[in-house]
């Protein structure tokens, strides 16, 4: 399976949308990847919209999405993934910390192998973590650090963890920055230029931990061979 590079935030959003819809019957998921910049804001952000569609540069989309926690920019430097479980599921039936961890150790072993050192965060380390870092961003989902999302040994956070559950089944995202975002353009979109530099500080990318160019293509594919060999035996997903 390649990575959906012509998709756009809304075909990502309806197709996690989609796989809910219906009871799940067993596990399934997409990556995904961007060719120009997209905002996502979360369910509870309504108030953001006006402000987001009056700074936007032309040819930015923005979506709100049905599930909560703070914005989102997808863009070039991002590879997504969208996975959908049954409620009954070993990785997400103890609960909804205890969900993200396998998901967030997949990352880790993934990422290690391409040479990109990385951990996944505990829960009872998350507090320290944040506190490390000084005051969060907290309307940015890469503002602060949660459960299981992956950090370097500087605790700046690298790969984003969210999940929406519904009685049909259990939909996981994770977002992994290869690249460096344009977080002033976020910034400036939703009337926060300030926060772009704290942005950048509290967040790393693949390239800078690997100290050489990482391809999206090789994420994708490292991803993709891992959750087929973890949830579908081998199988192509669907």
Same mark, same amino acid.
């Given at each position: 399976?390649?990575a ?10 309806? +197709?996690?949308?989609?796989?809910l ?11 995904w ?16 919209l ?7 540069p ?18 070039? +430097? ?7 479980l049954?409620t009954?599921?070993? +990785?997400?039936?103890q609960?909804?910390?205890?969900s ?5 150790l ?8 391409l ?8 829960a009872?380390?998350?507090a ?22 992956l ?11 969210a ?7 259990i ?10 975002p344009? +977080? ?8 926060h ?34 959750l ?8 192509d997903?669907?």
């Open positions: 399976m390649q959906r590079n012509d998709s756009t935030i809304a075909q990502e959003q309806a +197709w996690n949308s989609q796989q819809a219906a009871p799940v019957t067993a596990p399934s998921f997409r990556l990847t961007y060719r120009a910049p997209a905002i996502v804001l979360g369910c509870s952000q309504r108030a953001l006006p402000v987001a569609e009056a700074r936007l032309p040819g930015t989309e923005l979506v709100q999405r049905p599930s909560g926690g703070g914005a989102v920019l997808a863009g070039p +430097w991002l590879v997504s993934l969208s996975v959908v049954p009954a599921h070993p +990785w997400v039936s609960g909804l910390v205890d993200y961890r396998e998901l967030g997949l990352h880790a072993r993934v990422l290690a192998d040479g990109v050192p990385a951990q996944a965060l505990p009872a380390d998350v320290q973590a944040n506190a490390s870092m000084g005051p969060t961003v907290d309307w940015a989902c890469y503002g602060s650090l949660a459960p299981w999302e950090t370097d040994v500087r605790n700046r956070k690298l790969v984003g963890l999940q929406r559950r519904q009685r049909n089944g939909l996981l995202v994770a977002g992994t920055l290869v690249t460096v344009d +977080w002033p353009l976020l910034c400036d979109a939703l009337g230029p300030e926060d772009a530099a704290e942005m950048q500080r509290r967040t790393v990318c693949c390239e800078e931990l690997a100290r050489r160019p990482v391809s999206m293509q090789a994420v994708v594919s490292g991803l993709e061979q891992a087929c060999k973890v949830l579908q035996g081998g199988a997903p669907k």
